[in-house]
């Protein structure tokens, strides 16, 4: 970085995701060795379950362990699903000490962040539910607009044809319709996200902010800041949508050569590309969370900057 190199009070939306990409180059060793210790406890769960599926397909007389086990693996998930958050959070917690000019170690990080492990479950869950609520409520919601429009009508769309549902205009409309409302929805879903999408780094940040606070903290902070935080999400994916392509183009690639040659065999090729798409995955989620998480400290500290008055200073020494 430039020897002088200090962004003063809030930022636009591309100083919000140079600063992110500048977090991410310099220390790209260090966040992406983060990243993959936190992406491998994802993929715990699924090899315990793999197994727990091999083990009882071969010995069939122990089903009633199962209510133990699915218990049990439930639990592993969920601490494998904290486990993952706690460690892409001390990205941010990292990035955000790096734009405080207040740097901590890895390991100083990822102690404080373990520490808020179940808070962080707690958290996604309640964002989860979030989400699932809005989609079924918005399919309820489009479910009734179309039951409303038939009965006006005077057709019943799940009977034999009907001459004024064959209606070309009306067909048009009733697609326009639902071009429209599947849009809303999407654009509902999309404001959300903007609104949380900061709960982890208050999480990871803030000492006095529980799981259900760093929400209600994540949407007092992007109050009135919704569509350009909707703005920097899309610049930054449209930065890893090169990436996210050629991981795409990989995955065909090698499982296309593989389909080749494993189809003069009598094996099942289907586990083994699976697990490849999954290892392709796996490496282009470890190389892509550290700029996520980059972006998103960089803008929870801007949104501190409009709200709460901080200046925010990147030091003269590179970050």
Known sequence: MAASSNLQGPLSV???VSAGLRLYSNHFKQYFGTALLATLWVILPIVVMAFIVGFFAVAQNYYALLGLIIPAWIVLLLYCI??????????SRLAFGELTSEPETTRDAKRFTNSRLWSFVWMSLLLGLLYFSVVIAAYIGIAIVFVAIFAALGV???SAPQPNVNDPGLLIGIGLLSILLILLVLGLLLWLAAR???????LAVETEVGAIESLGRS?????????RIILILAVTFLITLPLVILIQLLTNLVQGGFAAVASDQTVDPTPFLLLISYAVSFLGNVFMLPLWQAIKAVIYYDLRSRREGF?????????
């Open 311 to 319: 200046g925010l200073q990147l030091r003269d020494r590179q970050i």
């Open 219 to 227: 949407w007092r902070l992007t109050q009135k800041n919704g569509w």
């Open 82 to 91: 904290g486990k993952y958050m706690a460690g892409s959070a001390a990205i």
């Open 156 to 158: 019943n769309p799940f």
């Open 14 to 16: 591309g100083n919000v």
């Open 196 to 202: 949380f999408a900061v709960p982890e780094v208050a």
